[in-house]
């Protein structure tokens, strides 16, 4: 073998190490910067944008704040849509900012002019559809958070000609009956609407108190792992007094009253307790409605498969993996609503009760 092939092919597989295993290693197209390859050249054209946002929207900056707004608003501008009703919407389609003077001003839309000014700079300079970008970004800002499988990216979205009207994002104070009939709307079914809540894992509120910002829903924000399950799960101590807040287990943490009554509403309690101390379950039933709700509204047999362009998320350890009660806390004081099948058992973090820091 000449010298020059060794080396090709060295550099082809270390290329290649990053490649998440849901894309099996096949022959992939030499992107025209020289640089990259992508399973399908049109998806060439999203390395100049991931390059971007890594560097200047993201800054390095992990699974926090800006991932975590990210990740939200791909969920608002996707869900306005309706299986029956085409006036709700068009789903996944940028809309969210492209008539941003109006959704941005609906109530369930509180904090996503976050996501506006971090984005909005970055969508005016690369020529990918507003709605692709909304998403793209959000399988982007999943791979920085350990605990996460390989998101799915499938990219040429049409963008919106008309706003989503008001009332198609579900409200932290809404009835589970009344969020799970808006999903079910959409398209969405009680399964897909626990699954996609493991978002809230790695998740927190700057508007529901207004006394506090970045109050996380689980005492590990930054960590797509099961602990959100499990907090929502315990007996609410703390008051949550504010609208569309539920009492916490934990001082310093803030349960939606949404995810409150979704964890023990009859439709969905099993569903929400079978996550608990279950990462492979949970990933994997996130990673599948996640690409459902990505494309929602969208043709899908006209876009194309790019999820090999997107980074490998960071792994979960397998400590960080196990499930545990917060410290102070144990099965004694586990909610449960899943009759017939006991909550695990599970460890107690050592050291006494603490406060979970704001993010
Ligand atoms: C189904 C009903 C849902 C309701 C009622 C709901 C409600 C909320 C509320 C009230 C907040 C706090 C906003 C604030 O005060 O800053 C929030 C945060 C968040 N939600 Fe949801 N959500 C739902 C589903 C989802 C879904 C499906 C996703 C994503 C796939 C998602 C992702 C997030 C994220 C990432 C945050 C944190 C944002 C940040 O920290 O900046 N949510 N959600
Ligand atoms: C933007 O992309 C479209 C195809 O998606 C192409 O037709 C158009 O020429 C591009 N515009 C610029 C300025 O590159
Ligand atoms: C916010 O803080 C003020 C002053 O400490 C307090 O009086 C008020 O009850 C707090 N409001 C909420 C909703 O927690
Ligand atoms: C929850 O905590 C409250 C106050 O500490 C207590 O009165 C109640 O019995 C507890 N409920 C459960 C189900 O543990
Ligand atoms: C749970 O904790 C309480 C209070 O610390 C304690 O009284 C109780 O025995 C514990 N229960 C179990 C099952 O460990």
């Known amino acids: ?60 900056s992990g699974c926090a704040d800006a991932a975590h707004a990210a990740l939200r608003v791909s969920f608002h501008d996707a869900i306005g849509f309706s299986t029956s009703d085409p006036s709700q919407g068009t789903g996944a389609d940028g809309s969210i900012f492209i008539f941003g003077e109006q959704e941005i001003g609906y109530d369930a839309n509180l904090g996503i002019a976050d996501a506006f000014n971090l984005e909005a700079p970055f969508i005016a300079k690369h020529n990918i559809s507003v ?108 008051p949550g007094p504010n609208q569309g807040q539920a009492s916490s287990p934990i001082q310093g943490e803030l349960r939606l009253q949404s995810d409150f009554e ?28 996640f690409a459902k709700m990505q494309i929602i509204g969208q043709d899908a047999s006209t876009l194309v498969d790019c999820s090999d362009v997107l980074p490998a998320p960071p792994a979960l350890s ?15 004081d586990v909610q449960g609503s899943c009759d017939g099948t006991p909550f695990p058992n599970l460890p107690t973090a050592p050291g006494a009760a603490v406060s979970v820091n704001s993010m």
């Open 262 to 289: 979704l964890a023990h509403d009859p439709a969905t309690a099993c569903l929400w307790q079978a996550n608990v101390n279950n990462q492979q379950a949970m990933a994997q039933a996130f990673q599948q409605a």
């Open 318 to 332: 397998a400590s960080q993996a196990q499930a545990f009660f917060p410290p102070g806390l144990n099965i004694s």
């Open 1 to 60: 073998m000449a010298l020059t092939s060794i080396f090709v092919s060295f550099a082809l597989s270390a290329a290649l190490s990053g490649v998440s295993q849901a894309n099996p290693i096949r022959r992939r197209a030499a992107c025209p910067d020289g640089v990259n390859y992508a399973n399908n050249a049109a998806c060439c054209a999203l390395f100049p944008v991931l390059e971007d946002i890594q560097t200047n929207m993201f800054a390095d």
């Open 131 to 238: 709605a692709d970008f909304i998403q793209f970004a959000a399988a982007v800002s999943l791979t920085k958070c350990p605990g996460v499988l390989p998101p799915t990216f499938m990219f040429g979205r049409v963008d919106a000609t008309a706003p989503a009207p008001d009332n198609t994002v579900p409200e932290p104070f809404q009835s589970s009956t009344d969020i799970l009939a808006r999903m079910a709307d959409a398209g969405l079914t009680a399964a897909d609407t626990v699954a996609l809540l493991a978002s809230h894992s790695i998740a927190g509120a700057d508007d529901i108190d207004p006394n506090a910002t970045g109050v996380p829903f689980d005492s590990t924000p930054s960590l797509f792992d099961t602990q959100f399950f499990v907090e929502t799960l315990l007996n609410g101590t703390v």
